[in-house]
């Protein structure tokens, strides 16, 4: 049943985007072509009147999905942070979208809260109150704690929204699959694996659980952060579908008026959000990816509260390294070092010039030092990086997007603070800091230390790879055009035992 079920949901959504006028905006941001325009036209155009009107004081792609439901509005949401994919005008109109939906009883979220906690609500809160936001997929209810008078934060999924996200993300390979189709082109773009990316987002948002441990983990990473506060989690009271946490008091980060009147310094405010999110992606290479100004809060004593943590992004070690001396070349205007950092990274092909990448990269960078300081916009920079990288082969890293979109909304919410501010000036002791602590003599230092650490587990083995290794080059000494894999292993396993061992004999005569 799941055929024309699909089916039908293509149809609806195509008469729902067609009578907002989002059909037009939606082609034109994926490119399709004059085939798929025509067969989406066809399909949707007759049942125009079937589609649902949404409120036409919003723009037409934010009307469509809003009126489309949680699973699309949630959608519009992901494809946001994806500018590769549908371009920056749409992404741009994607990332104001706000959850216009209706919040559910609160009898109803008792409900979720009994069958999840196992006790009656009244057992475990003296205040239960109504709705205080509602979102696509949750909604947040104010609590007190029966037993200590504690203010929470009580978040509960929506009721049946499992089953009504699986059957939209259906519909959404569905619709992937019969535009491959129709516009081979699209694949370049790969649909099936946005909608996988979409599907991952999703799924883990749906259990309240894994947000409550991205909550904890990002705690105990910024726990020594000072003028920064994270709410608690109450895990005696959370479960798959029912999240308690602190209740976070505090200003609106995006009210200046509220700012002002409390005697908050919005200089120092718009500093640190940015300086504490390049902290927790450069140091951490773990960071909030949705810190717009409706989750981020300003208590009495001027700390940043940031909250809602459904979308967090990780960065491996290595590309942290990588993106902090990307940066940094930047920084000093040193072209041809950042050019060479991604030819080493792997991210441009080793068929390409370095050279004309650096010259690209000049191009990229002088007009943006050429302007006033005020108006230097990292957000800018990393757009522009990522359209010259592509021009020279390299291919998208969705990690990086992530980061870049966080970059545009973190950026956004210091200069609404303070329009005046200089963001290079702001960034560069977070990045040099970084740099001298990650990448300089002390981090190699570090680097040979893990690496003994694990030769003491691994280092029996050691002889043995790199015995079958050479074994393996005797049969087959014909040239190849790399190393395999064991050979690659063996020989960096045996060069590491030398250098830990050469360091060792320095460090004795030292």
């Known amino acids: 049943m799941k055929g024309p079920h699909n089916i039908w949901r293509l149809i609806r959504t195509g008469a729902t985007l067609e009578r907002t006028g989002a059909m037009g905006v939606v082609l034109d941001a994926f490119d ?43 959608f519009g949401q992901v494809l946001s942070t994806r500018p590769d994919v549908v371009g920056d005008e749409l992404a ?52 007190v704690l029966r037993d200590t008078d504690r203010i929470v934060a009580v978040k509960v999924l ?24 129709l516009s081979p082109a699209s694949r370049r773009l790969r649909p099936r694996d946005v909608i996988a990316h979409f599907e991952g987002v999703v799924m883990g948002e749906l259990d309240l659980r894994l947000e409550s441990a991205s909550a904890s983990e990002f705690s105990a990473n ?42 908050h310094d919005r200089v120092a405010l718009s500093e640190r959000v940015l300086q504490l999110f390049l902290n927790h992606a450069l140091r951490d290479g773990f960071f909030h990816a949705d ?5 981020l809060k300003v208590a009495a004593n001027g700390d940043i509260i940031a909250y809602d943590f459904g979308i967090m992004g990780q960065i491996d070690e ?29 991210y441009v092909p080793a068929d390409r010039d370095v050279a004309e990448f650096a010259r690209a990269l000049r191009a990229v960078g002088e007009p943006i030092f050429g302007m ?21 082969g390299m291919r998208t890293r969705t990690e990086l997007i992530l980061l870049q979109r966080t970059m545009v909304v973190v950026e956004g919410v210091a200069r609404s603070l303070n329009p005046h501010m200089n963001i290079w ?8 800091d970084y740099i001298k602590t990650s990448i300089g003599p002390r981090a190699m230092l570090r680097d040979l230390s893990k690496t003994a650490m694990i030769l003491g587990r691994f280092g029996p083995r050691l002889p043995g790879l790199v015995e079958a290794a050479l074994i393996d080059q005797s049969r087959d000494p014909a040239p190849r055009p790399g190393p395999t894999w064991l050979s690659r292993a063996a020989w960096a396993g045996a060069g590491a035992v030398l250098g830990a061992a050469a360091l060792a004999c320095w460090l004795s005569l030292a």
């Open 158 to 181: 929506r009721p049946g929204i499992e089953r009504a996200f699986r059957k939209d993300i259906d519909a959404f390979y569905f619709s992937a699959g019969v535009i491959e189709i």
């Open 318 to 346: 290595y590309t942290r390294r990588v993106y902090a001396e990307i940066l940094y070349g930047f920084i000093r205007r040193d072209y041809r070092r950042v050019a060479e950092v991604h030819f080493e990274a792997g």
């Open 222 to 263: 910024t726990v020594g952060d000072s003028g920064f506060q994270l709410p608690e989690v109450v895990w005696g009271l959370s479960g798959r579908r029912v999240m308690t946490m602190s209740w976070a008091e505090g200003l609106p980060l995006g009210d200046n008026e509220a700012l002002d009147a409390a005697g």
């Open 291 to 295: 810190m717009h100004q409706g989750n």
């Open 372 to 392: 006033d300081a005020t108006r230097i916009s990292m957000a800018r920079l990393l757009s522009y990086l990522f359209e010259v990288t592509e021009r020279f």
């Open 425 to 432: 000036h702001v960034a560069h002791p977070v990045v040099e």
């Open 92 to 143: 741009q109109q994607l990332r104001v979208l706000q959850d216009r939906l209706p919040p559910f009883s609160v009898e109803a979220a008792k409900e979720q809260v009994e069958s999840e906690l196992g006790m009656p609500v009244d057992a475990l809160f003296s205040e239960f109150s109504e709705p205080v936001a509602a979102a696509s997929i949750a909604q947040v209810h104010k609590a």
């Open 32 to 74: 399709a072509p004059r085939s798929l325009r025509i067969a989406a036209r066809t399909l949707a155009w007759p049942f125009k009147w079937l589609g649902y009107e949404g409120d036409p004081t919003m723009p037409p792609a934010t009307r469509a999905l809003t009126a489309l439901g949680p699973a699309y509005i949630k």
